[in-house]
Nanobody, 123 residues
Framework: QVQLVESGGGLVQAGGSLRLSCTASGRAFSGYVMGWFRQAPGKEREFVAAIPWSGRSANYAASVQGRFTISKDNAKNTVYLQMNSLKPEDTAVYSC????????????????WGQGTQVTVSS
């Protein structure tokens, strides 16, 4: 059974930082893309960042480019999202996902999802 478990969310002031973790288990993820998405109340789920499990070339949403960094530790089966210079508009539930995707920004291409972790940025 595939599981993606996120952690690291919380409440932070604007300008602060948080690091989210997503630990994956239940299968080999070689060939998969690992993505982070977020969903704010009343809004659609949106792409944040993604990285291939077996590579290094990451992709970011324009809204987080230069502030967020996605990385992974294959030995620990964990993907990270380092979030710096946080803004109130970054407030959302952040979820990690895994899938054999061709268009990384499309959530419906991902096969597995975590339960999400809340990130709240106060002004």
């Amino acid at each position: 059974q595939v599981q993606l478990v996120e952690s690291g969310g919380g409440l932070v002031q604007a300008g602060g930082s948080l690091r989210l973790s997503c630990t994956a288990s239940g299968r080999a993820f070689s060939g998969y893309v690992m993505g982070w998405f977020r969903q704010a109340p009343g809004k659609e789920r949106e792409f944040v960042a993604a990285i291939p499990w077996s590579g290094r070339s990451a992709n970011y949403a324009a809204s987080v480019q230069g502030r967020f960094t996605i990385s992974k530790d294959n030995a620990k089966n964990t993907v990270y999202l380092q979030m710096n210079s946080l803004k109130p508009e970054d407030t959302a539930v952040y979820s990690c996902a895994a899938g054999r995707v061709t268009i990384w920004i499309r959530p419906n291409q991902y096969d597995y999802w975590g339960q999400g972790t809340q990130v709240t940025v106060s002004s």
